[in-house]
């Protein structure tokens, strides 16, 4: 079993940053991808980026340049770092964990971006 625990969200006027963290309860050295996710108000749950424990990252088309995703094995931490959000980056944002095919989820963190 794997607990995920979102902070950092809160409200930022566009164009600010914002820093999401993830802690885990577990060692995430051996989880193969770890991700961040978000939902906003009437939409799918989206892919935002992900981590692979060989390094590798991905992100999705709409916040590739502007959000970078990080992990620290050794604090058993995930990040988000948010640069020049959009109000259309308003969501929850979810951390999520990829072991073994088994996807584990924290309970999201709100982010709000003002016009």
């Known amino acids: 079993q794997v607990q995920l625990v979102e902070s950092g969200g809160g409200l930022v006027q566009a164009g600010g940053s914002l820093r999401l963290s993830c802690a885990a309860s577990?060692?995430?050295?051996?989880?193969?991808?770890m991700g961040w996710y978000r939902q906003a108000p009437g939409k799918q749950r989206e892919l935002v980026a992900v981590?692979?424990?060989?390094?590798?990252?991905n992100y999705a088309d709409s916040v590739k340049g502007r959000f970078t995703i990080s992990r620290d094995n050794a604090k058993n931490m995930v990040y988000l770092q948010m640069n020049s959000l959009k109000p259309e980056d308003t969501a929850v944002y979810y951390c999520?964990?990829?072991?073994?095919?088994?996807?584990?989820w924290g309970k999201g963190t709100l982010v709000t971006v003002s016009p």
């Open positions: 999520n964990a990829d072991l073994w095919s088994v996807h584990y």
């Open positions: 577990v060692s995430i050295s051996g989880i193969s991808a």
């Open positions: 981590t692979q424990s060989g390094g590798t990252t």
